[in-house]
């Protein structure tokens, strides 16, 4: 399928987090770019995977800025003005983030949770009523507009958690672990969030991660895999970006899962499996 890359939406340079005198990932280094395609608006979706404890939320951490990198650089567009490449450095806030546990405010409902996202935007009562009933419609969240977290399930929790991130940040959206401890009804419901949302905006790009393999080469554009490299013919004990798959440039984004799917599926596994 014909596409063509723009703007820079993310940039990784040299990227290294510590947590005291421990190195966790080092020599992180990519570079993702808007996509365009004719006819289509074209979010970019980007996927982690990796064993449990390679750094991918430490990664995730520092991309959203919750965190300082040791060494590095971490920059996205600049969305605030009009030139085609400006660039920022990340602050807390720039990207939405919703963690593994997609937490909300236990004393609000979820209409509340959602005005108050939109606490700072400058919108009428009205206009953000109007919004925030949109979402819901959208999401399938209606009959739960008034309830409580304790009365939600899990699906509808987290889809509550990305609506938050989507209604109070820029065009960026970062999700950990989506997919974990939901069922089979609720991860077609996340999928079709991640249609939604990527289908909204050129630029809106989704960056998560998973333990789902097979779901990252049916879902994702770019699939980054993070483990501890071996150097030397030892394994290092810190994450980095052990193989990266571009699914755009093998024609295989945008697409069906077939067979050439399950191929890049095992090449993964195995990149995991030996990091
Ligand atoms: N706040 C923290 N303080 C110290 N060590 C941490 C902290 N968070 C994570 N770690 C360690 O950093 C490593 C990477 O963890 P994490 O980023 O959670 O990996 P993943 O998300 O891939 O499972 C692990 O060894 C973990 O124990
Ligand atoms: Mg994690």
Redesign the pocket.
């Known amino acids: 399928m014909a596409y063509k890359t723009e703007n820079t939406l993310l940039y990784v340079s040299d990227l290294s987090v510590a947590?005291?005198d421990?190195t966790?990932?080092k020599d992180i280094n990519f570079v993702e770019k808007d996509v365009i395609r004719e006819g289509s608006v074209t979010g970019q979706v980007i996927a982690f995977v990796?064993?449990?404890?390679?750094?991918?939320?430490?990664?995730?951490?520092a991309m959203t800025g919750l965190i300082k990198p040791t060494t590095g650089k971490i920059l996205i567009a600049d969305t605030t003005t009009d030139s085609e490449n400006d660039a920022k450095e990340v602050h807390e806030g720039d990207i939405g983030f919703v963690d593994?546990k997609y937490t909300l405010f236990r004393n609000k409902t979820v209409y509340q949770a959602l005005l108050f996202a939109l606490r700072k935007k400058e919108m009428s009562k009205e206009e953000k009523h109007t919004m925030i009933m949109n979402y819901l419609a959208d999401w399938g969240l209606e009959k739960a507009k008034d309830q409580y977290p304790n009365e939600l399930s899990g699906g509808q929790r987290q889809r509550t958690a990305i609506i938050e991130q989507i209604l109070c940040s820029g065009h960026y959206m970062v999700l950990?672990?989506p997919f974990s401890g939901l069922d089979v009804g609720n991860i077609e419901d996340v999928k079709n969030a991640f249609n939604l949302i990527t289908s909204t905006h050129e630029f809106n790009t989704i960056i998560y991660?998973t333990h789902d393999i097979e779901l990252a080469v049916e879902l994702a554009d770019s699939i980054y895999v993070?483990g501890y490299p071996t150097i030397d013919g030892k394994r290092a004990d810190y994450?980095t970006i052990v193989k990266h798959v571009d699914m755009k440039e093998l024609n295989l984004a945008w697409k069906d899962f077939g067979l050439d799917h399950i191929e890049i599926v095992k090449q993964i596994k195995a990149a995991m499996l030996s990091s």
């Open positions: 947590y005291g421990k966790v990932i990796g064993r449990s404890g390679r750094g991918k939320s430490t990664l995730f951490r593994q950990d672990e991660s993070i994450g």
